[in-house]
C-alpha cells in the first residue's frame, strides 16, 4: 500500500508544480529534471511515514505533506540555481556588444527617436525616454529586450567597455511582464555606458515578483566588457539600448538564447577617428 500512496503523493506534487513552472516559463528540461528529483527526494521518508497512518484522514494528511515537501525541495532547488554567480570569459574581438543579462530574447526593436512610441497600448503610446528615465539619443536606436526566467543567472553584465555616465532608478509598480506596458512603468534602473564608439545603455526592469533591482557600479567609474553590473531578484526584464549608427550590426532575433557577459548582441565598426571598443 506504501507504494501506491508514493504514487499518488507524487502524481499530486506534479500535477501541483508543472502548471507553475509553465506560469513562470521555466525551461522544459531543467524544470522537469527538478521537479522529478525533488518528487523522488520528498518520497523517500515517506516509505517510513506511511505504514504508521491507521486512519484514512492521516494518509490523507500525509499524501498532502508529501507534496508540500517535494514543493519546498523544489523551491529550494530554483533558489539554489537562481543565486548562481558563474565566473564569465566575454569573447576577445573589438566591436563587440555583449548581452547584459542570461535568458530568451524577447524582442529586437528599432526606434526613429525619442518621440516615436516603442511600444502602443490601449490608445497610450509609450516612448523610449519613458524605458530609460531619460533623453539618451536623438536619431534611431535598436532595443533588444532579454527576459530572465527563475532559473536564469540574474547577475548582469556591462555589454560593453567605457565610463559609467548615468546611474538613475526609476521608482514604479510591479506589473506582470506579460503585459506590454510593464517595462514603462515598473520599478528599474538605468546605467549608461560612454565609449568613444557609441554609448549603451542598460534598463534593469523589474517584474510582478521582483522587490529589488541592485547596481553594482558608481558614476564615473570604468568598466571592463563582462564586469558585473548589477542584480535582479527573481525573473524579470533587461532591455540593452544601442543608437543606430553606420557599422552597427545585430546578431540575435527574438527566441535566441543568450548569456550575459559571453553572447554577443551586435558588433559594430570604428569609423575614422574612432576607437574601436575594447571587451
Same mark, same amino acid.
Given at each position: 500500500m506504501s507504494w501506491g500512496l508514493l504514487g499518488v503523493g507524487g502524481a499530486c506534487s506534479v500535477c501541483l508544480m508543472l502548471p507553475l513552472a509553465?506560469?513562470?516559463?521555466?525551461?522544459?528540461?531543467?524544470?522537469?529534471v527538478g521537479i522529478a528529483s525533488a518528487t523522488l527526494m520528498a518520497a523517500v521518508p515517506f516509505l517510513w511515514v506511511y505504514p504508521l497512518c491507521e486512519t484514512e484522514w492521516g494518509l490523507v494528511?500525509?499524501?498532502?505533506?508529501?507534496?508540500a515537501l517535494t514543493f519546498a525541495l523544489g523551491l529550494s532547488l530554483m533558489l539554489i540555481r537562481f543565486f548562481r554567480d558563474p565566473d564569465r570569459v566575454p569573447p576577445e574581438a573589438d566591436g563587440v556588444v555583449l548581452s547584459a543579462a542570461d535568458g530568451e530574447v524577447l524582442y529586437v526593436r528599432t526606434v526613429a527617436g525619442e518621440t516615436t512610441p516603442l511600444v502602443t497600448k490601449r490608445g497610450r503610446s509609450y516612448l523610449l525616454s519613458e524605458l530609460t528615465g531619460s533623453e539618451l539619443v536623438e536619431g534611431p536606436v535598436q532595443v533588444i529586450g532579454v527576459e530572465m526566467t527563475f532559473l536564469d543567472v540574474h547577475v548582469t553584465r556591462c555589454p560593453t567597455a567605457g565610463r559609467v555616465r548615468l546611474l538613475k532608478h526609476i521608482k514604479? @509598480?510591479?506589473?506582470?511582464?506579460?503585459?506590454e506596458e510593464s517595462p514603462f512603468v515598473n520599478e528599474r534602473h538605468t546605467t549608461v555606458i560612454e565609449n568613444p564608439l557609441l554609448d549603451v545603455a542598460v534598463v534593469q526592469v523589474a517584474s510582478r515578483l521582483v522587490r529589488r533591482v541592485q547596481s553594482f557600479l558608481a558614476l564615473d567609474e570604468t568598466v571592463r566588457a563582462g564586469q558585473r553590473l548589477g542584480m535582479i531578484?527573481?525573473?524579470?526584464?533587461?532591455a540593452v539600448v544601442l543608437p543606430e549608427r553606420a557599422g552597427l550590426t545585430v546578431e540575435v532575433k527574438a527566441g535566441d538564447r543568450v548569456t550575459a557577459g559571453v553572447s554577443v548582441l551586435a558588433r559594430v565598426g570604428a569609423g @575614422?577617428?574612432?576607437q574601436a571598443i575594447e571587451p
Open positions: 509553465a506560469k513562470w516559463k521555466l525551461p522544459t528540461i531543467p524544470a522537469v494528511a500525509c499524501v498532502l505533506a508529501q507534496a514604479g @509598480e510591479f506589473l506582470s511582464l506579460r503585459r531578484r527573481f525573473g524579470s526584464l533587461v @575614422e577617428g574612432e
